[in-house]
């Protein structure tokens, strides 16, 4: 195994751990949709059933009604997964960038005063961090599998999209640590 910073293992942590939020919701927006088929189709069953002892009017009525509660629901239910799905991913954002900003502080707070107790610290830190990570690797494999679960079906897991780190940044956190 390479040997890496504290900081980075902090930020796959973080990544992870947002993956995994971003699977749940996943799994909630698929089961509300999986609901509101099933509703439908039950719906519709019971208003076939009944056809004889009801007029045109009314069944179509019904299944309009059922269509217009159906769809206000499905809004619902994206409305709340997407502003969800946009709070994970600015949360993991921002840990993400404080991660880095305090691995640069540190940095240039030895450099000033020569005391290297939080790089002696990190590093012994580094071993707990990475168990850590496997752990929450596991709990993340584990939660993609909950989406294809509740979707019944082969389903991908929404992921964030990976963003290049910027040169600077990446410089800044390899010294801190």
């Known amino acids: 195994m390479t040997s890496r910073n504290l900081s980075t293992v902090t930020t796959n942590v973080i990544e992870s751990y947002g993956n995994t939020a971003k699977n749940v919701i996943n799994a909630y927006r698929t ?3 999986r609901m509101v088929g099933f509703v439908d189709q039950r719906w519709e069953l019971a208003v076939g059933k009944s056809s004889a002892r009801l007029s045109a009017e009314v069944r ?3 299944l309009s009604a059922q269509k217009k509660l159906s769809g206000f629901y499905s809004k619902g239910i994206s409305a709340t997964t997407d ?3 946009a709070v994970v991913g600015k949360v993991v954002e921002l840990a993400e960038k404080g991660v880095t900003q305090v691995a640069a502080n540190a ?3 030895e450099k000033a005063t020569g005391v290297t107790a939080l790089h002696t610290l990190a590093t012994a830190a ?3 961090a990475e168990a850590v990570s496997k752990v929450a690797d596991k709990i993340e494999k584990q939660s993609s599998l909950l989406v294809r679960r509740v979707a019944g079906q082969p389903a991908k897991a929404k992921a964030p999209v990976a963003k290049p780190a910027a040169k600077a940044k990446t410089a800044r956190a390899k010294k801190a640590a």
């Open 31 to 33: 089961g509300g949709e």
């Open 60 to 62: 179509a009525n019904a």
């Open 107 to 109: 940095s240039r707070f």
């Open 83 to 85: 502003g969800a799905d």
């Open 126 to 128: 580094i071993p707990a």
